[in-house]
């Protein structure tokens, strides 16, 4: 799931809102890093009602203006919980290997890059 979905999920976890109201809320939740533009949330809640995970819920006018709510469905929020889940998996295997490092933090690489390094050096440890 891509991070703006996830955001607009997560704020519609709260109740129903307003477009200005998940453009806001997607602010705040990503502490500012995340900024959707009108047209960008309008196309990604359509395709999230297509999908099932939200659904407009009602409609009213404020000042001269027609403002649409959105709900989270129940798909939407087994959706949202899967996400969640899935990235708390991520940060504590993270937060586990992070822990194991050796004393000085150096890790221990492996793959190409090891390999290219001893190309550069030699094998006695002398440029090649």
Known sequence: MQEPTFLILTALAAGPQHGYGVINDVREISDGRVRLRAGTLYAALDRLQ???????????????????????????????????????????AASTRLRVRPAGGALFRRGPARGAALFRRGPAGGTA
Do not use: K, N, P, Q
Not at 64 to 86: F, I, K, P
């Open 50 to 92: 297509s999908e099932g995970l939200v659904a407009a819920d009602r409609e009213e006018v404020v000042d001269g203006r027609l403002r649409r709510y959105y709900r989270l469905t129940g798909d939407g929020a087994a959706r949202l919980a899967a996400e969640a889940e899935r990235l708390r998996r991520h940060a504590e």
